[in-house]
């Protein structure tokens, strides 16, 4: 808005203000509405944040008012106006604002409905889920019950039939999975805006898991099927291999004979023949042992689904049969062999085979060696372990050509003269017959030893490799699984994490809900721990075992604990974020309360949480609000009242309603201490505590008188005033008792409901007080005139002598009840007259008197009226009278009586009377009938002890000024101007500016220091001429103890319910034979004027009623 109309038109000023405050919070409420997510699928979150639109929408319709007296103030101001500009600047700009309050009001409640959709739609995704997942885990433990596939035709039958049935159930729960689908679908479509990833893996592992029990039931149904036509062709296989066992058993019987016999060994042409026939034998006995081995094994599996049963027992009798046809057989074959080898070469022919045999041996040992090492994954193993049975088989076909071979050289060497072994061994050069039989022996005999040493080598280190792989099969299985739950887990937690919004984006309120969730999830990731260091062990076993781990399970062993230590770290620094912005920023900080100043003004605190201000404009710091200062400099207004009591009664009023406290009952005050177990009265309480109790009570006071009560102002200023009264030092804490004396004292209640509620709290458990404990109460009730410079007006800070007087009105007792605590407050005591004197001016306020005063012709009177008792039809104000004014004629020494509410007529009579008997009484009679309006405490000892105790602390100040330059109380921090000064000059002035601070505080204390001494002086100058005087007797009619309830309620008697005598500090009433009685002797204007200067310091506040009338009092 251009400043020249601001200036041609200044109330625009106010109304562009109040519009521009009005549009960024609309704004603001705006931007947070849209940035605002929640996990969809998750019913607690989305229920928390309707909870969170519902309270925005309230606060919206709350602040409703304030657009409306904005339209009113616009409307206004253009009627008001008659320039052109700046009506049509008004009329866009409350379109403006209506429009975007229009639009924020329609975001949040279509965010609201979509809420309120999303809530409908997850539970129903929810519920779906619930039945998809209950049909996974129906289907995975059917499948599961399934161990292994049985053979036989029963067997195949049933468990076709399950797994049939199993299909069907299937097919009939797809539909709980598709509607699960469906829902998802829906809230990934509708609510993309929002987190949908918790349903979207949701989702995902169901559409998984559902693909792979699918996947299993087929291939369940395709091995029964295999298992089916396996039961249907193994009889016949068997007896066809068993036809086949028979018609070779024939042919080899045959062989054999034509082998043995007479000569058959030298006829070179036979024995090829015979050979030929053997190899043809040994061909098909060598085809046929993949089919003996798959006959074996099927049968075993067949054997162990009829374990138990007669068929079990024929068909272990043909496998026997079958696996002794086929040995027998082989062994025939190796038979036939060897004796058609044995010819004039035959050592030369074994000598061979051994040589193939170690050969072969080596080979496959090699083979085996290279097997190693074991494979660093469960794949890999599984692989090994394949290839390993293989080779196992391969032994196992090739142990009895092993075995054939070496019978055969045992059998050649015991049967084989050595003369015939001469003959067949040729030497290249010529040895002895007998040698050369030798050495053919020891040739033969160490190569048979070498096959047989590496056959049996060669099988155990098969046995010991294949127990290697068992082990490693088992561990790396282990390792897989744990693996496996571990990724689920973490994926799950880390799905949660992602999820996270950023701490500044979370809503203030929401951070102990976000706070607590994350603890959680802590406590419930916790023993994922105890896993990580499982699969860790694992790992470690493993290598200690020789076995090492293939790249992929390193580098899934090292993801997983990678993942772990950051899972860890962000619940921790999430932990840690939150737990700052909660201190800086939640309920319990001090954050809320920055908006409490305005610029300049910039609320700081210092490191023992002590809230000061600073002042950007004039680059100062100081430990007062600004609002407070400027509280404190209104009160100044106040010194114009002549009367001490009142004028300390008045700024509290004042301070009492800038606090707000005069809107707080006392159930209400007592429900938030309560609420926060203030009951340790002699505890500290520190800023947090002080501020957290605070704000429970003025966010009670918000909800009561909305539009009165601004929480951060009121708790910040509260706070502040808490503060000066009772930690005047900044130290950052006071006592509990301090805090509810200060509260309460100026809380709206009865007074002595308020003096109950004090006493209780320094009474012990039976209900009794000692001195010690009521000097704690009255020592810190004192403080709070003390702080508004006033203290010496009510005795002094020294509260020994209230104590005193109040054990002796209790006749000395060592402790005092309730009862007599109460009977002695309606005294009011010196010390404590402030509080009542409150309560009168609090009741006083919207008193409204028919009358006018005489001085100033205010008519009617508003407030206190005073009605003087010595003339007829004369009523004063209460601005006059606290200012000391009188009309001619009237004296201030005349008695008078005030009144809070208007007056009746029985008053009225009652008064004419009085000023009646008044008229024949001299001022003289006045003088020997003095009356105080409270009860003085005897200060004359203590006086001088508490002058001479202020001088010296007055002059202690004095000498650290003079030698130190530092101030007795804490400055805040200081906030220097920033300029290309020097060091030094930067010294220089921050010193003159303590200077300057510290001249103020000692001046201030000085002028305390004078007024209470010119008090005391007063006291005692009285309390003189009061020993001086004769002792009279006056007759004191019944009194009682005012309150603002007095202006409000009457009793049932025709006496005003409060009069109060001021001035002249008589009694306003007086016997009949005091009309009649001479005038008293002249006495001395001394008196008069010590009088006077008395009441100038403590009005007359005594009360009167009917006698035996009770009065009934209630709350400010």
């Known amino acids: 808005m251009p400043s020249s109309l601001l200036l041609e038109v200044p109330a625009l000023a106010d109304f562009n203000k109040a519009w521009t405050e009005l549009t960024d919070w609309l704004s603001l409420l705006d931007r947070v509405i849209k940035t605002q997510k929640v996990m969809v699928g998750d019913l607690e979150d989305i229920n928390d944040m309707i909870i969170k639109q519902k309270a925005t929408l309230q606060d919206l319709e709350q602040r409703r008012p304030q657009l409306e007296e904005l339209i009113t103030a616009a ?48 539970a129903q995704w929810l519920e779906a889920k619930k039945e998809a997942e209950w049909t996974l885990e129906k289907a995975k433990a059917r499948l599961e019950s399934w161990k292994e596939i049985p053979y036989t035709m029963e067997g195949i039958r049933k468990q076709s039939t399950e797994i049939k049935q199993l299909a069907k159930e299937l097919r009939q729960w797809q539909i709980n999975v598709d509607v699960a689908n469906d829902l998802a679908r829906k809230l990934l479509r509708d609510y993309s805006t929002d987190d949908t990833r918790k349903v979207q893996m949701i989702t995902d592992n169901i559409n998984g898991s559902w693909a792979d029990i699918n996947k299993r039931v087929n291939e369940r149904e395709a091995a029964l099927e295999a298992a089916h036509r396996l039961l249907q062709q193994f009889p016949l296989d068997l007896e066809k291999f068993l036809a086949w066992l028979t018609e070779a058993e024939t042919t080899a019987n045959v062989l054999q004979a034509a082998t043995h016999k007479e000569r058959i060994l030298e006829d070179p042409k036979g024995v090829r023949e015979l050979m030929k026939q053997w190899q043809d034998l ?81 080979l496959k040992d090699d083979e085996l060696s290279r097997q190693a090492p074991i494979g660093g994954d469960y794949p890999a193993v599984q692989q090994q372990n394949d290839i390993h049975r293989a080779f196992k088989r391969e032994l196992k076909t090739k142990e009895p050509v092993i075995t054939s071979t070496l019978e055969t050289v045992r059998i050649f060497l015991s049967e084989k003269p050595l003369e015939e072994l001469e003959k067949h061994y040729q030497e290249p050069r010529e040895l002895p017959p007998e040698e050369r039989a030798q050495n053919v022996t020891r040739l033969l005999r160490k190569q048979a030893d070498e096959v047989n040493t590496e056959w049996e080598k060669l099988n ?132 809320f309360l920055s908006t409490s100043v305005q610029g300049p003004w910039e609320r700081a605190i210092s490191p023992n949480k002590v809230p000061y201000y600073i002042n950007h404009e004039t680059q100062t710091t100081c430990w007062d609000h600004p609002k407070m200062t400027e509280l404190y400099q209104s009160l100044a207004d106040l010194n114009n009242v002549r009367f001490s009591a009142y004028r300390t009664a ?97 809380c709206k209640a009865h007074l002595e409901d308020k003096y109950r509620y004090l006493f209780k709290q320094v009474a012990s458990s039976m209900g009794f007080c000692d001195q010690r404990r009521l000097g704690l109460l009255l020592h810190d009730s004192i403080q709070i005139p003390r702080q508004l410079g006033e203290v010496a007006s009510f005795g002094g800070s ?73 003339h007829f039809n004369y009523d004063i104000c209460q601005s006059c009278f ?149 002792q009279t007797e006056a007759k004191v009619n019944g009194t009682t103890v005012s309150s603002p309830s007095t202006s409000l309620q009457r009793s049932d008697s025709s006496q005003p319910m409060l009069l109060r005598v001021v001035g002249s500090q008589t009694s306003e009433t007086m016997g009949e034979d005091d009309l009649l009685s001479p005038p008293p002797q002249d006495t001395s204007t001394g008196l008069e004027e010590v009088m006077e200067q008395l009441n100038n310091s403590f009005p007359s506040t005594r009360g009167r009623n009917a006698p035996g009338k009770p009065m009934r009092e209630d709350t400010m």
């Open 75 to 122: 409307q206004n101001l253009k009627n008001k106006t008659g320039n052109q500009e700046a009506r049509t600047i008004i009329t866009d700009r409350i379109e403006k604002i209506q429009s975007q309050w229009d639009e924020v009001q329609e975001h949040l409640q279509r965010r609201r409905q979509q809420l309120n959709e999303m809530l409908k739609d997850s």
């Open 282 to 362: 040994q061909g098909e006995i060598e085809a046929h042992t993949d089919i003996f081995h798959n006959l074996d094994e099927n049968g075993q599996k067949i054997l162990r689904s009829l374990e138990g049963s007669d068929d079990a027992v024929l068909l272990q009798r043909r496998l026997d049969t079958m696996n002794f046809k086929w040995s027998e057989l082989r062994k025939k074959s190796l038979n036939i062999r060897s004796h058609l080898e044995v010819s004039s070469d035959q050592w030369k022919r074994l000598h061979l085979s051994l040589q193939e045999l170690l050969v072969w041996l080596q």
């Open 460 to 591: 155990l280190h098969s046995v010991d490799w294949q127990k290697k792989i068992d082990e490693a099969l088992e561990r790396l299985q282990g390792l897989q699984e744990a693996m496996d739950g571990l990724d689920l887990k973490l994926r799950q937690a880390e799905v949660i994490k992602g999820s996270w919004q950023p701490v500044g984006d979370l809503l203030i309120d929401s951070l102990q809900d976000h706070l607590e969730k994350v603890k959680a999830l802590r406590g419930e990731i916790a023993p994922l721990e105890e896993n990580v260091n499982h699969i860790n062990g694992l790992a470690r076993q493993l290598t200690t075992s020789g076995i090492q781990l293939s790249p992929f399970n390193l580098n899934s062993l090292e993801d997983l604990n990678t993942r772990w230590k950051l899972l860890l770290v962000a619940i921790d620094e999430r932990i840690r974020q939150l737990h700052e912005a909660h201190r800086d920023f939640g309920p319990t900080s001090q954050h």
């Open 650 to 746: 008045m700024k509290l009023r004042r301070l009492q309603k800038a606090l707000c406290l005069d809107l707080l009952s006392l159930s209400a005050a007592c429900d938030a201490l309560d609420q926060h177990n203030l009951k340790q009265n002699d505890q500290p309480m520190d800023i947090l505590q002080i501020i957290n109790c605070l704000t429970t009570i003025y966010d009670r006071l918000e909800q009561e008188h909305n539009n009165l009560v601004n929480v951060p102002l009121c708790v910040d200023m509260c706070l502040n005033w808490l503060l000066n009264v009772y930690d005047t030092g900044r130290t950052g804490r006071i006592r509990v008792l301090s805090f509810k004396t200060g509260v309460i004292s100026l």
């Open 798 to 870: 020294n509260i020994e002598p209230s104590v005193r007087s109040c054990f002796q009105f209790a006749n000395n007792k060592p402790e005092i009840e309730a009862a007599l605590f109460l009977d002695w407050m309606r005294l009011e005591p010196q010390s404590m007259v402030w509080l009542p004197v409150l309560h009168r001016v609090a009741a006083a306020e919207t008193a409204k008197h028919q009358a006018k005063c005489n001085i100033c012709k205010e008519c009617p009177i508003i407030g206190f009226r005073y009605r003087s008792l010595k």
């Open 882 to 1030: 606290f200012s000391g004014r009188v009309a001619k004629g009237h004296k201030m020494h005349y008695p008078m009586v005030e009144y809070c509410t208007p007056t009746t007529s029985g008053e009225d009579v009652r008064d004419f009377a009085k000023v009646l008997k008044n008229k024949f009484r001299t001022k003289r009679y006045f003088a020997k009938h003095p009356r105080m309006g409270y009860l003085p405490v005897q200060t004359v000892l203590e006086g001088d002890n508490l002058e001479t105790n202020l001088q010296a602390e007055y002059d202690r100040l004095k000498q650290q000024h003079e030698h130190k330059g530092l101030s007795p109380l804490p400055s805040p921090p200081e906030m220097m101007p920033i300029s290309p000064q020097s060091p030094r000059d930067a010294e220089l002035i921050a010193e003159a500016k303590l200077l300057r601070q510290h001249k103020g505080r000692l001046e201030a204390r000085m002028q305390i220091l004078e007024d209470h001494n010119k008090q005391l002086e007063s006291q005692l100058h009285r309390l003189r001429q009061l020993l001086e005087q004769p």
